[in-house]
């Protein structure tokens, strides 16, 4: 069964004080790793497409990373806005159809 | 910027109602989702739609659950006969391919009670 964990549940950083988040898979024939925004009550909100190991994407003050058993988001000097959930998604691609198979969500919360 | 939307924002229902619940994707996408958010837990994959018809069910999608594209814009998620484990926030999805990145909208938050 294709599984994506999440780690830490939940990180409180100071602003400025740049960490990781983890995303380790077992999703067989993964075909895309996704990372997504969510604020309360609202939708994922796209982040970034990741296809193969050693594949990078930056925005802003995030940076995606991707090996072959999981992913790192890298948060350089947060701000507050950027508190929010930050969720992982695994595409095993093939016969299912664009299916996400998606983490629990790392909470964020940046104080200033 | 083109956006998926959705209506209705939240809806109220009781069990053993029918329930319609409305999207409209990004125009140029050819693949459509559901999923839902129930409180506090995973977002779940039930359904995706290709070509006019479904390319994959999860087994949450039993045949209380259906899908159609009644027209060029709009996708819709029904729900025959609600239940209180239906409760959740739906969200719809769109892509312009299977593999490529999915854009979702804001949700529609049923309560059924």
């Known amino acids: 069964e294709d599984q994506v964990t999440q780690s830490p549940e939940a990180l409180r950083l100071q602003e400025g004080e740049s960490s990781s988040l983890n995303c380790s898979y077992t999703?067989?024939?993964?075909?895309?790793l996704f990372w997504y925004r969510q604020d309360p009550g609202k939708g994922p909100e796209f982040l970034f497409t990741?296809?193969?190991a050693g594949e990078e994407k930056e925005k802003e003050r995030l940076k995606a990373t991707l090996t072959k058993k999981e992913s790192f988001l890298h948060i350089t000097a947060p701000k507050p806005e950027d508190s929010a959930t930050y969720l992982c998604?695994?595409?095993?691609?093939?016969?299912?159809?664009?299916?996400?198979?998606f983490g629990q969500g790392t909470i964020l919360t940046v104080h200033p | 910027e083109p956006e998926v939307t959705q209506t209705p924002s939240h809806q109220v229902t009781q069990m053993g109602q029918e329930v319609i619940l409305r999207c409209v994707p990004i125009?140029?996408?050819?693949?459509f989702y559901w999923y839902r958010q129930i409180l506090g837990q995973k977002v779940e994959f039930l359904v995706s739609?290709?070509?006019?018809?479904?390319?994959?069910k999860s087994e949450i999608f039993d045949d209380q659950f259906s899908v159609e594209r009644p027209d060029g814009s709009n996708f819709t998620l029904k729900i025959r006969s609600t239940k209180l484990e239906d409760s959740a926030m739906y969200f719809c999805?769109?892509?312009?391919?299977?593999?490529?990145?999915?854009?979702f909208g804001p949700g529609t938050r049923l309560t059924v009670t």
């Open positions: 998604a695994g595409n095993a691609g093939g016969t299912s159809y664009g299916k996400l198979t």
């Open positions: 999805a769109s892509s312009v391919g299977e593999l490529h990145e999915q854009y």
């Open positions: 999703v067989s024939g993964l075909r895309g």
């Open positions: 125009s140029n996408h050819l693949y």
């Open positions: 739609f290709y070509n006019n018809e479904i390319s994959e």
């Open positions: 990741l296809y193969s």
